[in-house]
């Protein structure tokens, strides 16, 4: 088992990597020319810039029960259809139930916004997501 992390705007890198060593499971973190990461305990991988280069990077190393840490809800079904386990940075674990709703609320809200619509932004990060997060990753690592 991998601990892949989408980092591009991911809040939880520090947490994710600190369960990684804990639990002896390697760690990648994939990130574009935009971003700089160097994290002790995992290795970065940097692909160039592009529309979605992190993301199919990212689908194309992930192994049946890889961890995938990712906000972005259709690199998330693309790992369901590898067999990985995609986590949000909130501690969601995305699954075959849930992720065609997911889908089609962001399909819904790229809608309204290009009609002109506007849509209210996330609230700001708290203590409490991280350790939903830090609690569902930490059970994914124990169960497997």
């Known amino acids: 088992m991998t601990i892949l992390i989408d980092a591009d705007g991911c809040p939880v890198v520090n947490i994710a990597v600190q369960l990684a ?3 002896k499971k390697e760690c990648i973190i994939l ?6 990461f160097s994290v002790e305990g995992a290795r970065t991988i940097t ?12 689908v194309n190393m992930v192994q049946p029960g890889d961890i995938v840490v990712t906000q972005d809800y259709g690199l998330a079904a693309m790992c369901l259809a590898r067999k990985g386990i995609p986590i949000s940075q ?3 674990v995305y699954t075959d139930y ?3 709703s997911l889908l089609l609320a962001r399909h819904t809200a790229k809608k309204v916004r290009m ?4 849509l209210k932004g ?13 609690k569902k990753i930490e059970e994914l690592l124990v169960q497997n």
């Open 31 to 36: 990130c574009d020319t935009s971003h700089t």
């Open 21 to 23: 060593t804990k639990y």
């Open 98 to 100: 849930n992720i065609d």
């Open 115 to 118: 009609s002109g619509g506007r």
């Open 90 to 92: 909130n501690g969601m």
């Open 47 to 58: 692909v160039s810039k592009g529309s979605d280069s992190v993301d199919f990077a990212l």
């Open 122 to 134: 996330p609230t700001k990060r708290s203590a409490e997501q991280d350790k939903a997060f830090e």
